[in-house]
């Protein structure tokens, strides 16, 4: 199963500083990870400010990008302004050595593409530039694989789509959650304590087992339902669930309801 998740550009409104909202998006980031969050969709919803879009968007594509790469893609601006008290991710592409001697044939990394004496490179987190005869222009983001490693150095580029272990996420913006909803062909999960019990849709996690799925949250103020409205019921291949039945707390905060509901997601999909 392939998740995508869609969060609220509001999702911050329930933090009062910059460094909980930072704090809070660093959660957010490492959930995605440990469970392989394919994309993170940026809904616009009533409450949302364009200050928490831009810190949302901004840190959580800070924290995705490779240590190598991020003094280079993120100058300094207010938003990073608690870059220190991030957690890192260390996902696969994030642990890649510096040594060149030891890279191999086959290796796989994240670089940003470069001029330098009269020519394309590659800056690819090594003590040296790799040549890079592409297309892309300067600045951009690539993902390269080594066609041949120490002391040869050939590179060609891939799409994330050709590797083969988590590699990620991106992290996109929608106009509101109708529109992403519209333009989604695969299967839907709704999370709400208004939905039903998880234990009672067995058939329905068989059904999305191997296919790609986003999982929609409400905003810290206003659920599903009262974001969606009647819309909510004309969804096709979607289900609303309550994946923490019987809540003791009045509201499950977006963090905790994103940990719980993947984790259970992660189970119940296993074949």
Same mark, same amino acid.
């Given at each position: 199963?392939?998740?995508?998740?869609?969060?609220?550009?509001?999702?911050?409104?329930?933090?009062?500083?910059?460094?909980?909202?930072?704090?809070?998006?660093?959660?957010?980031?490492?959930?995605?990870?440990?469970?392989?969050?394919?994309?993170?969709y940026?809904?616009?919803?009533?409450?949302?400010?364009?200050?928490d879009?831009?810190?949302?968007?901004?840190?959580?594509?800070?924290?995705?990008?490779?240590? &190598?790469?991020?003094r280079?893609?993120?100058?300094?601006?207010?938003?990073?302004?608690?870059?220190?008290?991030?957690?890192?991710?260390?996902?696969?592409?994030?642990?890649?050595?510096?040594?060149?001697?030891?890279?191999?044939?086959?290796?796989?990394?994240?670089?940003?593409?470069?001029?330098?004496?009269?020519?394309?490179?590659?800056?690819?987190?090594?003590?040296?530039?790799?040549?890079?005869?592409?297309?892309?222009k300067?600045?951009?983001?690539?993902?390269?694989?080594?066609?041949?490693?120490?002391?040869?150095?050939?590179?060609?580029?891939?799409?994330?789509?050709?590797?083969?272990?988590?590699?990620? &996420?991106?992290?996109? @913006?929608?106009?509101?959650?109708?529109?992403?909803?519209?333009?989604?062909?695969? &299967?839907?999960?709704?999370?709400?304590?208004?939905?039903?019990?998880?234990?009672r849709?067995?058939?329905?996690? @068989?059904?999305?087992?191997?296919?790609?799925?986003?999982?929609?949250?409400?905003?810290?103020?206003?659920?599903?339902?009262?974001?969606?409205?009647?819309?909510?019921?004309?969804?096709?291949?979607?289900?609303?669930?309550?994946?923490?039945?019987?809540?003791?707390?009045?509201?499950?905060?977006? @963090?905790?309801?994103?940990?719980?509901?993947?984790?259970?997601?992660?189970?119940?999909?296993?074949?």
């Amino acid at each position: 199963m392939k998740i995508s998740i869609a969060i609220p550009d509001s999702s911050l409104s329930d933090e009062s500083t910059q460094l909980d909202k930072s704090r809070k998006i660093s959660l957010i980031a490492r959930t995605c990870a440990i469970f392989q969050v394919q994309t993170i969709y940026l809904y616009h919803e009533s409450l949302g400010t364009t200050q928490d879009k831009s810190l949302l968007r901004t840190i959580l594509r800070y924290l995705e990008t490779p240590q &190598y790469l991020r003094r280079t893609l993120f100058p300094k601006i207010s938003e990073l302004k608690y870059a220190g008290i991030l957690s890192p991710l260390k996902i696969p592409h994030h642990t890649y050595t510096s040594d060149s001697k030891k890279v191999k044939t086959g290796d796989i990394r994240e670089g940003i593409v470069f001029f330098a004496k009269g020519g394309k490179y590659v800056d690819v987190g090594l003590d040296k530039p790799i040549q890079y005869f592409g297309h892309e222009k300067e600045g951009r983001r690539i993902t390269v694989q080594f066609k041949a490693g120490f002391p040869e150095f050939s590179i060609k580029q891939i799409t994330r789509n050709e590797v083969q272990q988590y590699w990620g &996420y991106e992290v996109k @913006e929608s106009a509101n959650l109708r529109t992403l909803l519209s333009s989604w062909n695969s &299967y839907v999960v709704l999370t709400s304590k208004k939905g039903k019990i998880i234990h009672r849709t067995q058939k329905f996690f @068989e059904e999305i087992s191997n296919t790609s799925v986003l999982v929609v949250f409400g905003s810290p103020e206003r659920g599903i339902h009262e974001i969606l409205g009647n819309s909510i019921h004309g969804i096709p291949k979607s289900q609303i669930l309550n994946f923490f039945p019987e809540q003791a707390t009045e509201t499950v905060r977006l @963090e905790e309801a994103m940990l719980g509901t993947l984790s259970i997601l992660n189970i119940l999909t296993r074949n």
